[in-house]
């Protein structure tokens, strides 16, 4: 496959020059799509002029097209050109080159739209107007796309390779369009795992969706690992892209493999779901990282007022993530579960953040509630570091169900693979590291519980109920205690207080007032409002807040102060500056089902944790808050104790030795 795409991607050499890195792209993969078209009609021209002469209308066309070229393993084309022209034939008329050829694409079947998103036929009056077209044509016209010669995989391959080599040389976030073989295979085995003794009965018809398709190599990875499995399967794929080239890709692909073209459908995912209303047996997806969603805030948060049903419902992340927005997007399109018991499984490649950013309460915690507490995550795989073309941060695959096995349900499965992977001999980018055959069977049978004893290699593996990631943020509160005295230091604060400094006499009277030291915040407030008002000074309740708060400090043998107004007048007064949270487990003393039975849990967690330490604090209740959190590398973790201080004390000595050597030998 490199072979092939150094060769595709050599043409750059001859629009080196006219063109600067940046548009290379633009140029080798509408002509890859092209010739890989015309490879793929060869075969099938005679027929294809024949009906394309006897029948007008466009379905007629297509339905005699399929029939005449369907083969044992095809369901037949789907597309056809109303045009006499190849890449050959087109060169064979130099001087009017550029028409040929515009005329040749310009009489490809109304559902093959992709050139009008690669806008060709610019790209071909650019190429003539540069003096490079004739050039190019001939480099494309040599290579043999044909399926025999080069497979849909492998055509896929090719096309991921060719986008990667675009962005990379136009500086625009290399890698973020694809996701690499090895990651996709591997997925896609964990999607189809649990499911593989119904996938190879007679009759097997299955959907399969990406939201985030790029050029369908999710697809295509799934369609053929499923045909793998039973060659008779029918397949129905579905994709929608943002980008227009990559989605022009994508729809090329899918047409020549007999897919229906409308299935792949362009527009932003999280603005518009182009599918609504419909529901996949599997939905694959690797959202770019990191990508924030202010572009389309506006029409996010409308859905997710709406509530309902609609897939943002459940709660929103932070801006500047729109990796949770995806999850909830996959978890809404699986299917429903029928009366036999199947329902819809997912895969999705998220980053780190989505398993812990975000505190009780917030989007990102109530999104993972809403997955939990539906029990919808069979499983988290941790993968090794380096996995991606453009980033070497730590990345997850997420399995989804909505019809877990029944040993399985209410419970997660977390996979730390982070310890395989293999070096690559060359890097792509920040991609170092791959995932082998072994390795990835390892991983699938760590997820199916099918380990044997003698496996070579072995994946560690831990299973905790839905609720173990969930806990209560509980607000402590302990009481305000405050001594006041009338020191030069207090009164110094009150006088730099822009809001107290002010106040004719203010300072001069708390001179006055004397030192004398005061734990009952009521008495002093008392003392010191009769010693104002004797100087003339008068005090707005604000103000006299702030001056008692200026001058007080926290003693904890003063007598707690109280509340003197509201619906808790009397109460204790609690101190901001002391205000505590501690996060209780749901699974601390069991996993209570009923609110009087959440109080009791965390009323003994706090007689057990918090009262033995600070006996004069209380939780208010106002304030108890719900989380949830997937703690994926606690759970992995493995103490490492340092070395013994004689090791490092004798490389210390070592080290010291050295440079002192060195010295030595500078003076000399």
């Known amino acids: 496959m490199s072979v092939l795409s150094n060769f595709v991607w050599s043409v750059a050499d001859t629009l080196r020059g006219p063109y600067s890195e940046a548009e290379y792209g633009s140029v080798i993969l509408p002509f890859t799509v092209l010739r890989r078209l015309e490879c793929v009609m060869a075969p099938h021209r005679e027929a294809m002029a024949e009906i394309v002469a006897h029948h007008q209308g466009e379905q007629q066309r297509r339905t005699h097209l399929k029939l005449k070229t369907r083969t044992a393993d095809s369901a037949g084309l789907s597309f056809w050109t109303t045009s006499d022209y190849t890449l050959k034939k087109a060169l064979q008329d130099p001087d009017n080159l550029a028409a040929n050829l515009i005329d040749y694409v310009g009489g490809f079947s109304a559902n093959l739209d992709v050139f009008k998103s690669f806008d060709l036929e610019n790209v071909i009056r650019t190429l003539d107007a540069r003096d490079r077209l004739a050039q190019v044509v001939r480099h494309f016209e040599k290579i043999d796309l044909s399926p025999d ?61 990406d939201p985030t398709v790029g050029t369908g190599g999710m697809l295509t990875v799934a369609d053929q690992h499923l045909r793998d499995f039973n060659p008779d399967a029918s397949t129905a794929l579905f994709g929608q892209e943002i980008n227009p080239r990559t989605y022009a890709i994508c729809k090329a692909d899918l047409l020549i493999t007999g897919q229906d073209p409308s299935n792949v459908r362009q527009g932003d995912t999280l603005v518009v779901d182009r599918f609504e209303g419909r529901r996949f047996d599997y939905v694959l997806s690797n959202p770019p990282f990191g990508t924030d969603w202010k572009a389309v805030e506006k029409k996010v948060k409308e859905e997710h007022a709406r509530g309902g049903q609609g897939r943002f419902a459940p709660g929103l992340p932070a801006v500047g993530d729109a990796a949770m927005l995806f999850l909830l997007h996959v978890a809404s399109k699986m299917r429903d579960v029928d009366e036999t018991g199947r329902g819809g499984k997912a895969g999705i490649v998220l980053n780190g953040s989505p398993l812990f950013n975000g505190g009780a309460g917030s989007g990102p915690s109530d999104i993972r509630g809403h997955v939990l507490e539906n029990d919808l995550v069979e499983a988290i795989v941790a993968l090794p570091n380096d996995m991606f073309y453009n980033t070497g941060i730590a990345t997850y695959l997420w399995i989804l169900s909505n019809a877990k096995p029944t040993e399985r349900k209410g419970t997660v499965q977390l996979i730390d693979a982070t310890g395989l992977g293999s070096k690559m001999r060359k890097s792509i980018g920040s991609k170092r590291v791959e995932i082998e055959d072994k390795q990835r069977t390892a991983i699938v049978r760590a997820f199916t519980g099918d380990e044997a004893a003698d496996d070579e290699i072995r994946v560690p593996v831990k299973v905790f109920a839905n609720r173990d990631f969930a806990y209560w943020t509980v607000t402590v509160e302990r009481p305000l205690q405050l001594r006041f005295e009338c020191t030069p230091e207090r009164i110094s604060g009150v006088a730099e207080d822009k809001r107290l400094g002010q106040i004719d006499g203010l300072v001069d009277t708390l001179k006055a007032f004397g030192a004398e030291a005061y734990l009952n915040r009521e008495k002093f407030n008392h003392a010191l409002g009769k010693h104002l008002k004797d100087h003339g000074v008068r005090l707005t309740p604000a103000k006299t807040k702030s001056l008692w708060q200026a001058i007080g400090v926290h003693d904890e043998t003063a007598d707690f102060c109280r509340l003197s107004s509201g619906k808790n007048k009397g109460d204790i007064e609690p101190d901001p500056s002391l205000r505590d949270t501690e996060n209780v487990p749901f699974g601390w003393g069991g996993y209570p089902k009923t609110h009087e039975a959440l109080t009791e849990t965390v009323q003994a967690y706090f007689e057990a944790e918090v009262k033995p330490h600070v006996a004069s604090a209380w939780i208010d209740w106002e304030k108890t808050k719900t989380g949830y959190e997937i703690p994926f590398t606690r759970h992995f973790y493995t103490y490492e104790p340092p070395r013994p201080l004689e090791e490092i004390d004798a490389d210390l000595e070592r080290v010291v030795g050295e440079i002192m050597e060195l010295l030595r030998q500078v003076e000399a």
Not at 169 to 193: C, E, H, I, K
Request: hydrophobic share 40%; net charge negative; no cysteine.
């Open 149 to 209: 010669a080069v497979t849909n995989a492998d055509m896929g391959d090719l096309f991921e390779n060719l986008i990667y080599r675009f962005a990379e040389s136009a500086n625009d976030g290399a890698g973020q369009f694809y996701t690499p073989r090895d990651v996709v295979r591997l997925l896609v085995d964990l999607v189809y795992a649990e499911d593989t003794d119904a996938l190879r009965g007679r009759g097997t018809v299955r959907s399969i969706y």
